[in-house]
């Protein structure tokens, strides 16, 4: 037996740990069907179709706000008893659980008693996982259990964890230990319906029947881009807690609805099509682009990054990783004088890792610090990619609008002024929009599927086998059963190259 056919023996016989086609936030959404041929026939409409879909979301959370009003409770509860709130996720949301702990060091740096360490974020790898996903580490609860043990969790500590599909291991993992360690009944945030999460997912159903764990569940139905969750699920959980966690009004957020709703800034939304349009063409010439920003740096580093494992990039590269190896974008923070800065400027503190070098050496602190985003970036890309031009693309705040700024490109980008959280939402979601159609534009998606995702864990495994099956069943193709897939997709697998996806190679296979 090959080792290619012992992974599919090994995988089918797990198989139905991740079988999550059933989960709404896996569907295909039925306004997007035509999301690729748009992107490349009609970008304004497309563009204003995934704005639609982030206010039809928007609009589902604010219907969800009474049942965030224990969540809010608890928060206020445990800070002032001198306890401290974790917030944690995986993925996408591991991302907006570090940026929330940002958030909230930025608005306690203005007050004179800051209680900035009161509010710590992590995800499943660690804080490198910010650059890229560590390979299985969200499949194994015992690692989210380890995790808060390690962080030092504590009977006077509140849990917020937050996942999209509400199915994690390692969030579950993390909220169990929770339950058992503190006082505080954790709270369980997820994107799916509670009653099929119970009826077809084991894990799901253990927490969501345990009498020592609040859970809520903030329904938003399929994604935009399917099986994207780290666009209206991400967006809905990071508002979600943010609201609570920061002190916001209900009001602030109806506020925040009406101006994204608004006509003027439909119209500011549209105009990014042009930087859709010139991004994607420098892509398509083989050159690179270096996002440049400050106090925004933790947001447009999150999409980035997140475009790697949803389209099959290389992500941010390591400096001793060879040119091939680069990432077609980057990020670099120009205050930063060195990785070190850059980090603590990313973050609003040191870096936290895990030396787990046994489980894997891309937890450690050795290795995140081959990841550099100080103002040395530019030289360093361009002596790593010689053969490749770098565009500048800088993003800041410019009074009460938010600045863009590619080549001959400058835009000027009102904001709603409901503060801070809301801010970094509303470029969450332009960013959100700008690189999902720019990935369509490069061939990166077909109807509204994601066939470039890249099967790093079992959930993407699944995912990538459901896609290959959509994908022969629209040639009229239905004999061919779900394990076959597996099996032809873990052989491709074997030979895959970096850039190219392993659900249309699969595809191919079968179809002869």
């Known amino acids: 037996m090959t080792s290619a056919q012992k992974k599919a023996e090994e995988f089918l016989k797990n198989a139905s740990y991740f079988h999550l086609g059933s989960l709404p936030t896996e569907g295909s959404h039925h306004q997007t069907r ?106 194994f609860s015992e690692y989210g259990s380890e995790h808060l043990i390690a962080l030092g969790f504590s009977e006077n500590d509140l849990l917020i964890s937050s996942t999209e599909g509400g199915e994690t291991s390692f969030v579950i993992g993390a909220t169990e230990k929770a339950a058992s360690l503190s006082k505080r009944k954790p709270f369980f945030l ?75 800034t439909k119209d500011d939304v549209k105009k990014i ?26 947001t447009v580093f999150t999409d980035t990054t ?30 930063a004088n060195d ?14 890792v895990l030396e787990w070098s046994a489980r894997s050496t891309k937890t450690t602190f050795e290795y995140l610090q081959g990841f550099d985003f100080s103002r040395h970036t530019l030289v360093y890309r361009q002596n790593n990619i010689k053969s490749a031009r770098h565009y500048l693309f800088s993003i800041e705040h410019s009074g009460a609008s938010l600045s863009w700024k590619l080549e001959d490109l400058d835009l000027s980008l009102n904001i709603s002024g409901a503060g801070n959280l809301f801010d970094h939402i509303y470029l969450k979601m332009l960013l959100n929009i700008h690189s999902t159609l720019i990935m369509a534009r490069l061939g990166r998606s077909v109807s509204n599927f994601m066939t470039y995702v890249s099967p790093t864990n079992g959930k993407l495994i699944d995912r990538s086998a459901r896609y290959t099956l959509w994908l022969l069943n629209q040639n009229n193709i239905f004999s061919i059963s779900y394990e076959q897939v597996i099996r032809e997709l873990f052989r491709q697998l074997e030979t895959l190259k970096s850039g190219e996806s392993v659900v249309l190679k699969t595809f191919e296979a079968l179809k002869l």
């Not at 591991?94 to 306690?108: D, F, H, I, T, V």
């Not at 799916?192 to 329904?219: F, K, W």
């Not at 042009?274 to 270096?290: A, G, M, P």
């Open 34 to 139: 035509e999301l690729t041929h748009l992107a490349n026939n009609d970008l304004p409409a497309a563009i204003d179709l995934l704005h639609q879909v982030d206010i039809a979301a928007l609009r589902k959370l604010e219907n969800y706000l009474p049942s965030l009003a224990p969540l809010k409770d608890a928060i206020n509860q445990t800070l002032d008893s001198g306890g401290r709130i974790f917030i944690c996720g995986c993925g996408a949301t591991g991302r907006l659980a570090l940026s929330l702990e940002y958030l909230w060091r930025q608005e306690q740096s203005k007050h004179k008693n800051s209680r900035s360490e009161s509010v710590i974020g992590f995800m499943a790898g660690g804080d490198v996982a910010l650059v890229h996903s560590i390979e299985g580490f969200e499949d």
């Open 190 to 264: 997820y994107c799916n319906p509670r009653d099929t999460l119970i009826e077809h997912v084991e894990r799901s159903r253990r927490v969501l029947l345990n009498p020592n764990i609040n859970s809520i569940c903030l329904e938003v139905g399929p994604m935009a881009l399917s099986g994207s969750t780290r666009m209206q699920s991400s967006t809905v959980l990071m508002l979600a807690i943010g609201i609570c966690l920061l002190g916001y009004s209900p009001s602030s957020l109806s506020d925040f609805i009406k101006f994204f709703e608004d006509s003027k």
């Open 273 to 298: 099509m042009h930087f859709i349009k010139l991004e994607s063409d420098i892509y398509l010439q083989k050159n690179r682009v270096l996002y440049s920003c400050e106090d925004l740096a933790i």
């Open 306 to 335: 997140e475009r790697a494992p949803t389209f099959s990039l290389p992500p941010f590269g390591n400096k001793t990783q060879s040119s091939e190896d680069q990432s077609m974008a980057y990020l670099m923070i120009p205050s």
């Open 339 to 352: 990785v070190h800065e850059s980090w603590h400027k990313l973050l609003s503190r040191p870096p936290r």
